[in-house]
């Protein structure tokens, strides 16, 4: 199962860094990363490592099964980054 990043991202890059199939995005070196509210996981990409857990500042890093209820949109969001959907 996949990752998805919600609430409480602060789109610090730790995670970014640390993900060894580039799952993440936008990177620091994108043009959008500066504008950006928060980090997306690929779900076509992400390998379930769990790395990116452990790196993320403020704990916004769930797996899809265990992503609270509230933060339910989130899966959408992340997929739809990557589908080219508005957030």
Same mark, same amino acid.
């Given at each position: 199962?996949? =990752?998805?990043?919600? /609430?409480? #991202?602060? $789109?610090?890059?730790? +995670? @970014?860094?640390? !993900? %060894? *199939?580039?799952? &993440?995005?936008?990177?620091?070196?994108?043009?959008?990363?500066?504008?950006?509210?928060?980090? =997306?996981?690929?779900? /076509?990409? #992400?390998? $379930?490592?769990?790395? +990116? @857990?452990?790196? !993320? %500042? *403020?704990?916004? &890093?769930?797996?899809?099964?265990?992503?609270?209820?509230?933060?339910?949109?989130?899966?959408?969001?992340?997929?739809?980054?990557?589908?080219?959907?508005?957030?």
């Amino acid at each position: 199962m996949t =990752y998805v990043i919600a /609430a409480p #991202c602060v $789109a610090d890059y730790s +995670c @970014v860094d640390i !993900c %060894p *199939v580039d799952c &993440i995005a936008p990177s620091p070196g994108d043009d959008a990363f500066d504008a950006a509210d928060q980090l =997306y996981i690929n779900p /076509a990409v #992400c390998i $379930a490592c769990g790395a +990116c @857990v452990e790196a !993320c %500042p *403020v704990s916004a &890093i769930y797996r899809i099964e265990n992503l609270p209820q509230k933060w339910a949109h989130y899966a959408e969001l992340n997929r739809g980054y990557f589908e080219g959907s508005p957030a």
